[in-house]
T-cell receptor, first 109, second 115 residues
Framework: GENVEQHPSTLSVQEGDSAVIKCTYS??????FPWYKQELGKGPQLIID?????GEKKDQRIAVTLNKTAKHFSLHITETQPEDSAVYFC????????FGSGTRLLVRP | KAGVTQTPRYLIKTRGQQVTLSCSPI?????VSWYQQTPGQGLQFLFE???????NKGNFPGRFSGRQFSNSRSEMNVSTLELGDSALYLC??????????????FGNGTRLTVT
């Protein structure tokens, strides 16, 4: 069945450093790849998304890259800040969204 | 615009009981999806409703059911509760039922504890 693998499960970085989270999907029909940020006690919030006809998308300190051939996509956060600390989920959509298992990001002040 | 609203925020139930959770989507959104979130299994898709019809269903037993009303509000019901049903239940709405063209917007969830 459809599957999305996400790595790493936890990531600790120093404030100001970059963070990279990687995902791999199995369903070749997937063509939409959103990323969600979940803070404690809240639901996941959409932070950026990319469609299969685009290789890269940036929004201020956040960027996402997509390699359709390899079925890989990644989230890059530059100049990390303590408020970036949260759990991040990748997802791939064919007829429904399939989520990765999440990455707990800790940004140390 | 108000976000997705889920009620109640917290519920404690006993094994064998049933529970109903409620979700009000963002105004104008016609699709509502439900997810179960647990530490061990992550975010798992339960079902999706669009125009009062169930469009997709995940791999959950028949004890889990849902419905959508004409105003797009949705409810999910879990009958004969088991300890393993303890989880955060998330509702998400979108404009259309095709997630490829219409991003999901989540509520803050209902935390269900079964004792």
């Amino acid at each position: 069945g459809e599957n999305v693998e996400q790595h790493p499960s936890t990531l600790s970085v120093q404030e100001g450093d970059s963070a990279v989270i990687k995902c791999t999907y199995s369903d070749s029909a997937s063509n939409y790849f959103p990323w969600y940020k979940q803070e404690l006690g809240k639901g996941p919030q959409l932070i950026i998304d990319i469609r299969s006809n685009v290789g890269e998308k940036k929004d201020q300190r956040i960027a996402v890259t997509l390699n359709k051939t390899a079925k890989h996509f990644s989230l890059h956060i530059t100049e990390t800040q303590p408020e970036d600390s949260a759990v991040y989920f990748c997802a791939a959509a064919s007829y429904k969204l399939i989520f990765g298992s999440g990455t707990r990001l800790l940004v140390r002040p | 615009k108000a976000g997705v609203t889920q009620t109640p925020r917290y519920l404690i139930k006993t094994r064998g009981q049933q529970v109903t959770l409620s979700c009000s989507p963002i105004s104008g959104h016609r699709s509502v999806s439900w997810y179960q979130q647990t530490p061990g299994q992550g975010l798992q898709f339960l079902f999706e409703y669009f125009s009062e019809t169930q469009r997709n269903k995940g791999n959950f037993p028949g004890r889990f059911s849902g419905r959508q009303f004409s105003n797009s509000r949705s409810e999910m019901n879990v009958s004969t509760l088991e300890l393993g049903d303890s989880a955060l239940y998330l509702c998400a709405s979108s404009l259309h039922h095709d997630n490829r063209n219409s991003p999901l917007h989540f509520g803050n969830g209902t935390r269900l504890t079964v004792t």
